[in-house]
């Protein structure tokens, strides 16, 4: 259990350094996420769920290597262009605000699905299964038990902060 908390916390902060650097690069005064601290949960999300899937269903699979890359690549996209989309939604229903919106891009469904980063995501999460997942491993089972529940209730101080703080 520590590993799939480790793991969820682990990519929420580098998809938070990943956003904000993209953010600095492109002088833009956006924020990632809406947490104070350095946090964006739909990447700890995209890649927990995603783990799960591949312990659970791709690593079972039985076919030839193009044809499970393939899939892997399917479910990838599959997977984290909902996870963007029910992120998006459930951001606009607690805080009425839209941390990203796709509006303007050419192939968007909706605000927030757009089949420009569902490609993007659908490649990133398949390098993630064939290639990065062992690597970043590593280091998530390096997280001592300790250090994960001072970061369960710090989120969740920083959770009930942003609630309190955004509440009309």
Excluded at 96 to 102: A, F, K, P
Excluded at 105 to 110: L, V
Aim: with cysteine.
């Amino acid at each position: 259990m520590y590993y799939y908390i480790n793991l969820l916390y682990f990519f929420s902060i580098l998809g938070f350094i990943l956003e904000s650097t993209v953010y600095k690069i492109s002088n833009s005064n956006r924020h990632s996420g809406i947490f104070y601290g350095p946090i964006t949960m739909v990447y700890g999300f995209g890649v927990l769920i995603l783990t799960l899937i591949k312990e659970y269903f791709l690593d079972k699979l039985k076919c030839n290597k193009r044809l499970k890359v393939g899939i892997v690549f399917l479910v990838s996209t599959l997977t984290s262009t909902f996870i963007e989309w029910l992120g998006g939604n459930i951001l606009n229903l607690l805080f009425d605000i839209d941390m990203w919106n796709y509006t303007q891009k050419q192939f968007n469904i909706g605000k927030y699905i757009c089949l420009e980063l569902a490609l993007i995501w659908g490649l990133l999460g398949t390098i993630y299964v064939y290639y990065l997942k062992d690597f970043f491993d590593k280091f998530v089972n390096l997280i001592p038990k300790k250090l994960t529940i001072v970061i369960l209730i710090v989120n969740l101080i920083d959770t009930i902060l942003v609630f309190l703080n955004r509440l009309p």
